[in-house]
């Protein structure tokens, strides 16, 4: 059987597997990273960590004989996304990408795109507002620099330590958020300002809707540059490209 590795870490990922799994005719393994303390059950064997890089991800696909690289990695996880690439055009093994469109902005939304998070900072300015951050633990330090703020957090990994800073409160949540739930959140809280990436899909735009709903303003990361390699924008169109990228021998099993 044609062995496919799907560089994972998102839901996307985890329904590709599934799918492309109850084919039956591929051998399909998910890889993460190892980050998420609990991360959710996975449809098809999974291994965990890095590979050391291109050259380590190029190796491994040597290694496990792999037919068909695919990354499905989150559209923030750029380093990923570049080893994968490379590791691809090193070990001449095919690749492909999912690639999730980014939202885009309709009338009524109040978005200030930065690049980074400490643009972020930057945006939401020297007086004191209560900010809903939508980020990861990785991504949120630089708001240490703005102590006059009051922060309300939602992660997937609980935020160890916690923010540096007077007034932060903490939500443990994994998506799908629904918008009503969200404009709840929102409104209850007093939130007037959202940071937040563009992850495009539907299972985190509640927000996006909401803050549209409440008149709020929107602080987005903007997306990081991502290799150029065939790609398909959903589950479907990724797994309805595999079988014409798979090398034909691979697929005879030779
Ligand atoms: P990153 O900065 O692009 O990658 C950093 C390093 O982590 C990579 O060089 C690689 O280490 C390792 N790595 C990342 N993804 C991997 C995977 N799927 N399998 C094996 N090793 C992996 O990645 P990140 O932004 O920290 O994201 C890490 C994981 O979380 C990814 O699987 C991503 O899909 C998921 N995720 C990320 C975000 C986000 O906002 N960044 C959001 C949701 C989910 P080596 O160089 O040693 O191979």
């Not at 102590?147 to 443990?172: E, F, K, M, N, W």
Request: with cysteine; proline share 7%.
């Amino acid at each position: 059987m044609p062995r496919i590795l799907i560089l994972g870490g998102t839901a996307d990922a985890r329904r590709l597997a599934a799918r492309l799994a109850g084919r039956g005719d591929l051998s399909i393994t998910l890889s993460l990273a190892g980050r998420t303390e609990n991360p959710v059950a996975q449809p098809v064997p999974v291994r965990s960590g890095g590979f050391g890089g291109a050259e380590g991800l190029a190796a491994y696909l040597g290694q496990e004989r792999i037919s068909l690289l695919i990354d499905a990695t989150h559209p923030y996880a750029a380093q990923i996304s570049a080893n994968a690439a490379a590791a691809a055009a090193l070990a001449g093994v095919p690749i492909l990408a999912l690639r999730r469109p980014a939202w885009q902005a309709v009338e009524g939304d109040r978005w200030t795109p930065v690049d980074s998070a400490e643009a972020a900072v930057q945006a939401l300015g020297t007086a004191r507002r209560t900010v809903f951050l939508a980020l990861g633990r990785q991504e949120i330090a630089p708001f240490e620099a703005a102590r006059q703020h009051s922060y309300v957090v939602r992660s997937v990994d609980p935020i160890a330590p916690p923010l540096a800073v007077p007034d932060a409160t903490y939500i443990l949540a994994r998506g799908p958020f629904a918008e009503d739930d969200d404009l709840a959140l929102l409104a209850d809280r007093g939130i007037d300002a959202i940071v937040c990436k563009n992850s495009g899909g539907g299972a985190t735009y509640g927000k996006i809707a909401a803050a549209r709903r409440l008149g709020i303003g929107v602080i987005m990361l903007r997306r990081p540059a991502l290799p150029d390699v065939p790609s398909g924008k959903t589950v479907e169109q990724v797994a309805a490209m595999v079988d014409h990228v798979l090398d034909p021998a691979a697929k005879r099993g030779v």
